[in-house]
């Protein structure tokens, strides 16, 4: 990996004089640089040397699967992910949407949104105790998104949803439900971006009766006199008090500057500082198993190291709180190999096409990160069957599953998505055992499926872009002495045929003594041959989706 100073000396454009000169002078000092929350020490330090020690927790390594409630201000339209950046995108579908909905962005802005959403019809004791059927090990909620906006009881964020909005401790109450049914609890944490993320609020429009009337992304705290949020400073929201980023008028340009680079406007001191105070108050209030960052390889890597000062912090509490052993598990996306070594990498709508030699974790959504009731309407949600073939698959090479359930902006989930998650629940009845406390095997499976399957893309997105699993594609996972064939679909003589397991193939140690199909109660018959184990399946069917053979 290269050096800092190299790394550096690459992005110099990108990467501020007050943080060069920190680099260079102080080397990662361990005291914040400002006053707040002091980090935590221990055995790790703020640096990735020292926290390539990670190493991943059992109850991760077993769980396996993961829900995730990606809920915030901007589910209140439910109109759609980004939609706080969106909506000042001039003739875009969320801009054109807003303007019908509410009215002109120069006089209706997020912040107006934020006012709108009161969650009044939000139970997490009820949605947490659906997912402990649905056989989630553990469950993530969103602290923040892109829009700045805290869902907790924030010390340095006045915007956050216990003074506005639905005046709610939202993780708190996530937090509560998921300790009674005995679920890991989780954090994600996408608040970095919002400098840049938001530059759209500075624009106007450029047509119409509004043309040349700003948008609410520069207002200040003088200009809500008379207003609902008299007092607070839209300024703390959307951080709008800087030079735009070079090609900002093309919106799409925030993909290559996720990074920090490529002409980025550069967060200031105080900013990248406020994060880390506001990330770490998260984790000393909620005491979080995991938190999620939606940041390539750590929040506002390289330009601060206030990423690496929260990771650091994070596994040194752990620590502290579990006498000395290391609980926590932190995701971060398009990490290098070394950087793999200090946290669990994720993949976000995408998996990896082998056995990776850490545990790493796929993210995807059954529908738009932000509810989006246009994919209600359509009946677009993954299936049931879709969700169970990623599990199988992910888990096959060493991986997590950590599955969205859109939540609507009242904080319910709909009837479609109801019956996928009891759909979800059906499946693991019958099936779990293959799944939790699992290892891979020495391959991850055969199958078409396998030639077809699409190579990742920035931090993921090569779902669905492959050949769909069929009967003829297995996974394999392992317990014990027990070998699990998850089977993708009902092989239409009856018969399922495991190359992997011919005679005479160097992977196989033992000899099949047994086969069992999950749900079954009669052991199957079988007959081994020069091409493939040959399993006579029963005439009934014990589970939907895909079917578990258990070898021993």
Same mark, same amino acid.
């Given at each position: 990996?290269?050096?800092?100073?190299?790394?550096?000396?690459?992005?110099?454009?990108?990467?501020?004089?007050?943080?060069?000169?920190?680099?260079?002078?102080?080397?990662?000092?361990?005291?914040?640089?400002?006053?707040?929350?002091?980090?935590?020490?221990?055995?790790?330090?703020?640096?990735?040397?020292?926290?390539?020690?990670?190493?991943?927790?059992?109850?991760?390594?077993?769980?396996?699967?993961?829900?995730?409630?990606?809920?915030?201000?901007?589910?209140?339209?439910?109109?759609?992910?980004?939609?706080?950046?969106?909506?000042?995108?001039?003739?875009?579908?969320?801009?054109?949407?807003?303007?019908?909905?509410?009215?002109?962005?120069?006089?209706?802005?997020?912040?107006?949104?934020?006012?709108?959403?009161?969650?009044?019809?939000?139970?997490?004791?009820?949605?947490?105790?659906?997912?402990?059927?649905?056989?989630?090990?553990?469950?993530?909620?969103?602290?923040?998104?892109?829009?700045?906006?805290?869902?907790?009881?924030?010390?340095?964020?006045?915007?956050?949803?216990?003074?506005?909005?639905?005046?709610?401790?939202?993780?708190?109450?996530?937090?509560?439900?998921?300790?009674?049914?005995?679920?890991?609890?989780?954090?994600?944490?996408?608040?970095?971006?919002?400098?840049?993320?938001?530059?759209?609020?500075?624009?106007?429009?450029?047509?119409? #009766?509004?043309?040349?009337?700003?948008?609410?992304?520069?207002?200040?705290?003088?200009?809500?006199?008379?207003?609902?949020?008299?007092?607070?400073?839209?300024?703390?929201?959307?951080?709008?008090?800087?030079?735009?980023?070079?090609?900002?008028?093309?919106?799409?340009?925030?993909?290559?500057?996720?990074?920090?680079?490529?002409?980025?406007?550069? #967060?200031?001191?105080?900013?990248?500082?406020?994060?880390?105070?506001?990330?770490?108050?998260?984790?000393?209030?909620?005491?979080?198993?995991?938190?999620?960052?939606?940041?390539?390889?750590?929040?506002?890597?390289?330009?601060?190291?206030?990423?690496?000062?929260?990771?650091?912090?994070?596994?040194?509490?752990?620590?502290?709180?579990?006498?000395?052993?290391?609980?926590?598990?932190?995701?971060?996306?398009?990490?290098?190999?070394?950087?793999?070594?200090?946290?669990?990498?994720?993949? $976000?709508?995408?998996?990896?096409?082998?056995?990776? #030699?850490?545990?790493?974790?796929?993210?995807?959504?059954?529908?738009?990160?932000?509810?989006?009731?246009?994919?209600?309407?359509?009946?677009?949600?993954?299936?049931?069957?879709?969700?169970?073939?990623?599990?199988?698959?992910?888990?096959?090479?060493?991986?997590?599953?950590?599955?969205?359930?859109?939540?609507?902006?009242?904080?319910?989930?709909?009837?479609?998505?109801?019956?996928?998650?009891?759909?979800?629940?059906?499946?693991?009845?019958?099936?779990?055992?293959?799944?939790?406390?699992?290892?891979?095997?020495?391959?991850?499976?055969?199958?078409?499926?396998?030639?077809?399957?699409?190579?990742?893309?920035?931090?993921?997105?090569?779902?669905?872009?492959?050949?769909?699993?069929?009967?003829?594609?297995?996974?394999?996972?392992?317990?014990?002495?027990?070998?699990?064939?998850?089977?993708?679909?009902? #092989?239409?003589?009856?018969?399922?045929?495991?190359?992997?397991?011919?005679?005479?193939?160097?992977?196989?140690?033992?000899?099949?003594?047994?086969?069992?199909?999950?749900?079954?109660? $009669?052991?199957?018959?079988?007959?081994?041959?020069?091409?493939?184990?040959?399993?006579?399946?029963?005439?009934?069917?014990?589970?939907?989706?895909?079917?578990?053979?258990?070898?021993?």
């Amino acid at each position: 990996m290269l050096s800092r100073r190299h790394l550096l000396k690459g992005l110099a454009s990108a990467v501020p004089a007050w943080y060069l000169s920190k680099v260079e002078g102080l080397a990662f000092p361990n005291a914040p640089l400002v006053a707040g929350e002091p980090m935590a020490t221990g055995k790790f330090k703020p640096t990735w040397q020292s926290l390539a020690q990670y190493q991943v927790p059992n109850w991760y390594r077993d769980a396996k699967f993961g829900i995730w409630a990606h809920w915030g201000a901007q589910c209140q339209p439910e109109a759609g992910d980004w939609y706080a950046r969106e909506m000042y995108d001039e003739g875009s579908g969320k801009y054109n949407f807003h303007l019908k909905k509410y009215g002109p962005q120069s006089k209706f802005g997020f912040k107006d949104v934020i006012n709108e959403w009161k969650a009044d019809k939000w139970n997490p004791d009820q949605l947490l105790a659906l997912y402990q059927k649905a056989g989630a090990e553990y469950f993530v909620a969103m602290a923040n998104h892109h829009d700045n906006f805290d869902n907790y009881d924030s010390k340095y964020q006045s915007w956050n949803s216990t003074k506005l909005g639905p005046k709610k401790d939202l993780i708190g109450g996530w937090a509560k439900a998921a300790k009674k049914h005995g679920l890991r609890f989780g954090v994600s944490v996408h608040a970095a971006h919002a400098w840049s993320w938001y530059e759209t609020a500075q624009r106007a429009d450029k047509k119409g #009766p509004y043309a040349g009337v700003p948008y609410d992304g520069k207002l200040t705290k003088a200009d809500g006199k008379g207003t609902w949020w008299e007092g607070y400073d839209p300024q703390e929201l959307y951080a709008q008090n800087h030079a735009l980023s070079e090609g900002s008028e093309k919106t799409s340009n925030i993909h290559k500057q996720w990074d920090w680079g490529n002409g980025v406007s550069v #967060p200031s001191k105080e900013y990248c500082e406020k994060f880390y105070n506001r990330t770490v108050d998260l984790i000393n209030k909620y005491s979080p198993d995991l938190v999620y960052f939606d940041d390539t390889a750590l929040p506002l890597w390289p330009i601060s190291d206030a990423g690496l000062r929260i990771a650091a912090h994070l596994y040194n509490n752990s620590m502290k709180r579990h006498g000395g052993k290391l609980e926590a598990v932190l995701n971060g996306k398009v990490l290098t190999p070394e950087q793999q070594k200090c946290m669990v990498w994720d993949i $976000e709508r995408g998996q990896s096409n082998q056995i990776e #030699p850490f545990v790493w974790q796929t993210d995807t959504c059954i529908g738009s990160w932000h509810y989006n009731r246009h994919i209600y309407e359509n009946n677009e949600y993954k299936t049931p069957k879709t969700v169970i073939h990623t599990l199988a698959d992910v888990v096959s090479k060493n991986g997590n599953l950590l599955l969205s359930v859109p939540v609507r902006g009242d904080g319910s989930i709909d009837e479609k998505e109801t019956a996928i998650v009891e759909g979800i629940a059906s499946w693991m009845a019958v099936n779990r055992e293959s799944i939790f406390g699992t290892r891979p095997w020495s391959v991850f499976g055969e199958g078409p499926a396998i030639e077809s399957a699409a190579p990742l893309n920035a931090q993921g997105f090569n779902e669905g872009k492959g050949k769909p699993f069929g009967a003829e594609d297995i996974r394999f996972t392992t317990k014990g002495n027990a070998l699990y064939a998850i089977v993708m679909g009902w #092989p239409t003589d009856g018969k399922v045929r495991i190359k992997t397991l011919r005679s005479g193939n160097t992977a196989l140690k033992h000899s099949v003594n047994k086969v069992q199909l999950l749900g079954h109660s $009669e052991s199957l018959s079988f007959t081994p041959t020069g091409n493939a184990l040959e399993v006579t399946l029963p005439n009934r069917k014990p589970s939907d989706y895909a079917h578990c053979l258990k070898i021993t």
